[in-house]
């Protein structure tokens, strides 16, 4: 298990749609592992396969998130399931892109359907920061990030930001769009 690089934000891997994992193997299972080492080592709250820069429908979660009561670390193919309709607001950060927490607005419960890394079904039913993660994680493998759930004011406002930032690179495009 290594810890590794996270990619940030204007790496085009992170807008990728990930692939289905189709080979349960060592090979995931070693993924799985790194994707784990490294949300340890950064201290965050979930991590995807993708801001590894390996697209795959994987992502590891902390294991002692409030309500995660089977510590799972991680899901693979995830789906999502949303018993209701209520919603929360609440801060959210993202490992691509540090130092940058915004109010976002996400489903309050979620039930996730995926698999372990051993290719057993697994159900997660989480509410609140449990539920904000899942669907954080989820959306990166979708290409989303947290920031594309912002208004276009607060979008360019980030933007104005980020481009202060020590990592930035003039590069960088923050929006698939251009």
């Excluded at 539920?131 to 947290?146: P, S, Y």
């Excluded at 208004?151 to 980020?162: F, G, H, R, S």
Aim: include cysteine; aromatic fraction near 4%.
């Amino acid at each position: 298990m290594s810890v590794l690089p996270i990619l940030k934000v204007g790496d085009p891997v992170l807008r990728q749609v990930a692939e289905p994992v189709t080979n349960f193997d060592a090979e995931l299972r070693r993924l799985v592992r790194d994707l784990n080492a490294t949300l340890k080592a950064s201290r965050g709250a979930g991590l995807a396969a993708p801001q590894l820069g390996v697209g795959l429908r994987v992502f590891a979660i902390n294991p002692h998130l409030p309500g995660n009561r089977l510590r799972l670390d991680h899901l693979v193919n995830p789906g999502l399931k949303f018993p209701d309709e209520e919603m929360q607001d609440g801060l959210e950060g993202c490992l691509s892109i540090p130092g940058i927490y915004l109010d976002t607005k996400r489903r309050m419960n979620v039930a996730a359907t995926g698999y372990t890394s051993h290719g057993d079904p697994v159900q997660i039913v989480g509410k609140g920061l449990l539920a904000r993660c899942i669907q954080h994680e989820t959306d990166h493998l979708d290409g989303v990030l947290f920031i594309d759930r912002q208004d276009p004011e607060v979008q360019a406002q980030l933007i104005a930001t980020l481009r202060e930032a020590a990592w930035w690179d003039a590069d960088i495009q923050v929006s698939p769009h251009g």
